[in-house]
C-alpha cells in the first residue's frame, strides 16, 4: 500500500527555505510528480446503440493527456458506458441498514485501487463525467489527500484535485452539476402534460431520409399536408430548402426533400 512517508522520500528543502521561516508550496511538488502506473476514468451516461463511440473519444483525451504530462502507459482504464451519475439507487447492506446512492461500480474500483496502490495517478476527461454527486466527490478527494497522488482532467483547465485549490473548485462544480440534473428532472414530466392542451403530437418521430439542416431560404409551406402515400399520417416541412421553387399547399404532396412525420391519432383511420 502507498504511504504518505514514500511520497516525500525524493523531496528536497530548498536552500532559501531551509531556515524554517519561508512558507513552502507543497502542491508544486505534488502535482509535478508523474505516475508509472496511471488510471483513466471514462464515463458517458448514454448509449443508445451500445457503440462505446463517447468513452473512445475520452480515451483519445486521456492518452493526449498522458503523453503530455509524460506519464506512464495507462495501466487500467475504467469504462462506464450508459452509467448515470446521478441516480441513485435503493441499496439494502447486509446488516439490515438501508441506503440510497449511485451505483458505479467501475468508479468504486478507481478508488480501491488507488487507495492500494494499484494504481499511482488518474486521468478522467471532465468532471462532470467524473462526478455529479458530492458524496462521490468527497470520498475520491479523502483518498487522493491520503496517498498524495494526482488525479487530473484532461479537459476544462486540467484540474487537478492534488491541489487544494481545484478541490475546493470541484465542490463547487459538482454542486452546479447537481443542481443541472436536478433541474431537469421535473421539467420532463410538466412538458408532457402541457403537450395535449397544444394540441401537439408526441415527440417520437419517422425521420424520411437524412435530416440536414441546409443553407438557404426556409419552405414557405409549413402548413400540415397530407402524404397520398401515408394514410393516417400528416407531413411537415422543417424549414428546409424547398425543390425548384414550388411551395406546398393542403391535399398535396409536400416539396421538401426532409421531412419529419408525426403521428397524428385524431385523423388516424
Known amino acids: 500500500m502507498t504511504t504518505a512517508v514514500a511520497v516525500w522520500e525524493d523531496f528536497d528543502v530548498p536552500a532559501h527555505a531551509r531556515g524554517g521561516q519561508v512558507p513552502l508550496n507543497l502542491?508544486?511538488?505534488?502535482?509535478?510528480y508523474a505516475p508509472k502506473?496511471?488510471?483513466a476514468?471514462?464515463?458517458i451516461s448514454s448509449d443508445r446503440f451500445g457503440l462505446e463511440a463517447g468513452v473512445d473519444r475520452q480515451l483519445e483525451d486521456a492518452e493526449d493527456s498522458r503523453s503530455r504530462l509524460r506519464w506512464g502507459a495507462f495501466a487500467?482504464?475504467?469504462r462506464e458506458n450508459g452509467t448515470s451519475a446521478f441516480k441513485k439507487r435503493k441499496v439494502v447492506k447486509p446488516d439490515g441498514a438501508i441506503d440510497w446512492m449511485v451505483l458505479r461500480p467501475e468508479f468504486r474500483q478507481l478508488l480501491a485501487d488507488l487507495a492500494h496502490g494499484v494504481i499511482d495517478g488518474v486521468i478522467f476527461y471532465d468532471l462532470d463525467?467524473?462526478?455529479r454527486q458530492p458524496r462521490d466527490l468527497e470520498d475520491l478527494i479523502d483518498i487522493v489527500e491520503y496517498v498524495k497522488r494526482p488525479v487530473t482532467g484532461a479537459t476544462g483547465g486540467r484540474m487537478n484535485l492534488i491541489n487544494d485549490s481545484d478541490r475546493h473548485m470541484a465542490r463547487m462544480m459538482c454542486v452546479m452539476a447537481l443542481k443541472s440534473s436536478e433541474d431537469r428532472t421535473?421539467?420532463?414530466?410538466?412538458?408532457?402534460?402541457?403537450?395535449?392542451?397544444?394540441?401537439?403530437?408526441?415527440?417520437?418521430?419517422?425521420r424520411l431520409g437524412p435530416e440536414r439542416r441546409a443553407q438557404g431560404s426556409a419552405c414557405p409551406g409549413r402548413d400540415r399536408?397530407?402524404?397520398?402515400?401515408l394514410p393516417g399520417l400528416h407531413v411537415r416541412g422543417i424549414g428546409l430548402q424547398h425543390r425548384q421553387g414550388i411551395q406546398c399547399r393542403r391535399d398535396q404532396a409536400p416539396c421538401c426533400p426532409d421531412l419529419v412525420v408525426?403521428?397524428?391519432?385524431?385523423d388516424a383511420p
Open 41 to 43: 476514468y471514462l464515463r
Open 129 to 131: 463525467r467524473l462526478v
Open 37 to 39: 502506473r496511471p488510471g
Open 27 to 32: 502542491y508544486d511538488h505534488l502535482a509535478a
Open 76 to 78: 487500467k482504464i475504467y
Open 262 to 266: 408525426h403521428n397524428d391519432r385524431k
Open 186 to 206: 421535473p421539467r420532463r414530466p410538466s412538458a408532457s402534460l402541457r403537450r395535449p392542451e397544444r394540441n401537439r403530437p408526441g415527440p417520437h418521430r419517422l
Open 225 to 229: 399536408c397530407r402524404h397520398p402515400d
